[in-house]
């Protein structure tokens, strides 16, 4: 029997990327922004946590519901409604009176966000490969790279630092037409050698419980949350570090912001390739040391061209490390619990990519912003730490209905045992389980 995979269907697929990219939009825009908003509120450096608290709380809500609810929803109409619901939310950003309301706009940012995650991610874990996987979430890199540009183009151009949020607030709405229009052709499966098919017959029933006692599952989630925390400290201090810290220009320093982001859309585009080629488990281990090795230039004194370079370092090893974890999900929980397993490991991340940044919002107000290189380089010695841990974990978590043998110390499973996951899963014909909360 042939396993040759069958290629995504290429409306959906460019409709994910360029879902990937409006995720990735915002969060370039506040890093740049921030000091304007800042100015015209009256309010501290570290009030940006607030934003950031409201902003998990919603995206940590949105994202863990999704991924238990998915089945019942459907991920087109899923999609749709949070991408409105983001452009409402950004379009409130860019006639917020106050900070106020600048913090109920992100819980609202936060909840459409979520769900637009969580459901692409679990939707691709099914759908797609590595290469596919890398490459999507390469688009998130390139939305948050353009997203400094374009709060940079509009600042540089005397406007106020809304039409920054204005601009993407309109792409959202034009995202969520789109994801409007093809509700249907998300509901449909490829066969191998066979036509689209729809969600087949009948599927057991998972208990919310079986999935919650998967020692994998946390571990997996605190992964994901060192690792995002990460990801959004650098990308979110870095240009108040160029200017106060290392003595940059804003323009210059917001063009290296965006080359830090640039970095992490480039290095999914290329480690997608090679990740497929020399499989999940080495390119992981590689990307993990090269994120502390870029943040360790980051921490070293010196000039700003050696932070920069810890930047990039850090974008470009970063890189496969968020879609190669998701892809290996089913892999680590087992088929049966992928969807809330994703769900909880995408709230994770959330949580991460707040309560740390925020946290080292408030440590650079206290003391300097010259403490962000040392913080990132022990959060990275910490991911390093906790996936080598679960990498030599002896055996593999039970995984209730599935059935799945332990994978070998390279990430697969024994070929005699292996259950397709990821992409095989779908592409390869077997029933996906229902998922039910009880």
Not at 340 to 363: D, E, H, M, N, Y
Not at 419 to 428: K, R
Request: charged share 10%.
């Amino acid at each position: 029997m042939s396993t040759t995979p069958v290629p995504p269907r290429a409306s959906l697929l460019l409709l994910a990327y360029l879902a990937f990219v409006s995720l990735g939009l915002p969060d370039g825009l506040l890093g740049v922004g921030w000091p304007s908003i800042r100015g015209d509120f009256g309010v501290p450096t570290e009030a940006v946590g607030l934003l950031l608290t409201a902003g998990t709380a919603g995206y940590l809500t949105s994202s863990v519901l999704a991924g238990f609810t998915l089945a019942r929803v459907g991920v087109g109409a899923l999609l749709a409604g949070s991408t409105l619901l983001a452009s409402l939310a950004l379009t409130g950003y860019s006639v917020s009176p106050g900070l106020t309301v600048l913090v109920g706009c992100a819980l609202l940012l936060g909840l459409g966000s979520g769900a637009i995650d969580s459901g692409l991610n679990a939707y691709a874990a099914g759908a797609f490969g590595p290469r596919h996987m890398n490459w999507m979430h390469a688009f998130f890199g390139l939305g948050v790279a353009i997203g400094p540009l374009i709060m940079t183009g509009a600042l540089s151009a005397g406007l106020a630092w809304r039409w920054g949020y204005g601009i993407v607030a309109a792409a959202q709405l034009a995202l969520a037409t789109a994801f409007a229009l093809t509700v249907r052709a998300w509901r449909q499966r490829a066969a191998p050698g066979g036509p689209v098919e729809r969600a087949p017959g009948p599927r057991p029933v998972v208990r919310v419980r079986e999935t919650l006692r998967l020692p994998a599952v946390w571990s997996g989630a605190l992964a994901f949350a060192l690792y995002v925390a990460i990801e959004v400290a650098a990308g979110l201090w870095a240009f108040l570090l160029l200017t106060e810290g290392r003595g940059l220009g804003a323009t210059v320093a917001g063009a290296c912001v965006s080359a830090y982001w640039g970095s992490l859309f480039l290095g999914r585009v290329v480690q997608g390739v090679v990740a497929e080629r020399l499989g999940p488990a080495r390119v992981l281990r590689v990307s993990l040391a090269g994120m502390a090795v870029g943040a360790a230039l980051i921490a070293v004194p010196g000039p700003a061209a050696l932070a920069v370079a810890g930047l990039v370092v850090v974008g470009f090893a970063a890189a496969p490390v968020f879609p190669l974890l998701t892809l290996t999900t089913a892999d680590r929980v087992g088929a049966a619990h992928a969807d809330r397993a994703i769900g909880l490991q995408i709230g994770a991340a959330g949580l991460g990519a707040a309560l740390v940044p925020a946290g080292l919002g408030v440590l650079i107000g206290n003391t300097s912003v010259r403490v962000l290189g040392p913080a990132l380089l022990v959060l990275a010695l910490a991911l390093i730490a906790l996936h080598e841990l679960g990498v030599r974990r002896p055996g593999r978590p039970a995984t209730g209905a599935s059935g799945d043998s332990a994978p070998d110390e390279t990430g697969a499973q024994p070929a005699a045992s292996r259950q397709p996951s990821g992409a095989d899963q779908m592409l390869s014909g077997p029933v996906r389980p229902v998922v039910e909360g009880r």
